[in-house]
T-cell receptor
Framework: DTEVTQTPKHLVMGMTNKKSLKCEQH?????MYWYKQKAKKPPELMFV???????INESVPSRFSPECPNSSLLNLHLHALQPEDSALYLC????????????FGPGTRLTVL | QKEVEQNSGPLSVPEGAIASLNCTYS??????FFWYRQYSGKSPELIMS????GDKEDGRFTAQLNKASQYVSLLIRDSQPSDSATYLC???????????FGIGTKLQVIP
């Protein structure tokens, strides 16, 4: 299995809602990433997990809360988001954090109303 | 100076021509270099990695690296309309450093 899966594909939520994005990989990769991408911009790193521990938090607001329950799963919990948080949220994985060869999931298109 | 500089394009080339995509980077500690392709509305896909100076060829793609000039490029030979996408340059420093993405160059291959 050489793919990263993400659910849901699309998500619309209000500013008071709580929702979660899910990401899964079965390639045995030990590093997993969350990126945010706005239109016509490059992916912007949010969080890095290495061996199930949070190793990088790029000063992301606390309304985004990552979780890595095991080496294959990565969640992003969302609460009290703002309309400007609307974007494509990408999950990626790599063999380990020292490598830049990242495999991306298809993304979740998030709209905050 | 931006960490990674790419011309956002669009770069238009006729079908069958060579497309040349360029990237400069500011971090002299960068050791690994990656090119990702992103189709509109899709996620990035790794297409080339290059770690040492010189050329690396993979099918129609050739990556070229010059660390002294802090320059990396991607050549696409025999360009096809299916190559139309945004190409993201992504250098990475050694160790536990993050990959830094350039803004990407939009390539349009005209049939």
């Amino acid at each position: 299995d050489t793919e990263v899966t993400q659910t849901p594909k699309h998500l619309v939520m209000g500013m008071t809602n709580k929702k979660s994005l899910k990401c899964e990989q079965h390639m045995g990769h030990r590093a997993m990433y969350w990126y945010k991408q706005k239109a016509k911009k490059p992916p912007e790193l949010m969080f890095v997990y290495s061996y199930e521990k949070l190793s990088i938090n790029e000063s992301v607001p606390s309304r985004f809360s990552p979780e890595c329950p095991n080496s294959s799963l990565l969640n992003l919990h969302l609460h009290a988001l703002q309309p400007e948080d609307s974007a494509l949220y990408l999950c990626a994985s790599s063999q380990d954090r020292t490598l830049g060869e990242q495999f991306f999931g298809p993304g979740t298109r998030l709209t905050v109303l | 100076q931006k960490e990674v500089e790419q011309n956002s394009g669009p770069l238009s080339v006729p079908e069958g021509a060579i497309a040349s995509l360029n990237c400069t980077y500011s971090d002299r500690g960068s050791q690994s270099f990656f090119w990702y392709r992103q189709y509109s509305g899709k996620s990035p896909e790794l297409i080339m990695s290059i770690y040492s100076n010189g050329d690396k060829e993979d099918g129609r793609f050739t990556a070229q690296l010059n660390k002294a000039s802090q320059y990396v490029s991607l050549l696409i030979r025999d360009s096809q309309p299916s190559d139309s996408a945004t190409y993201l340059c992504a250098p990475k420093a050694g160790g536990y450093q993050k990959v830094t993405f350039g803004i990407g160059t939009k390539l349009q291959v005209i049939p």
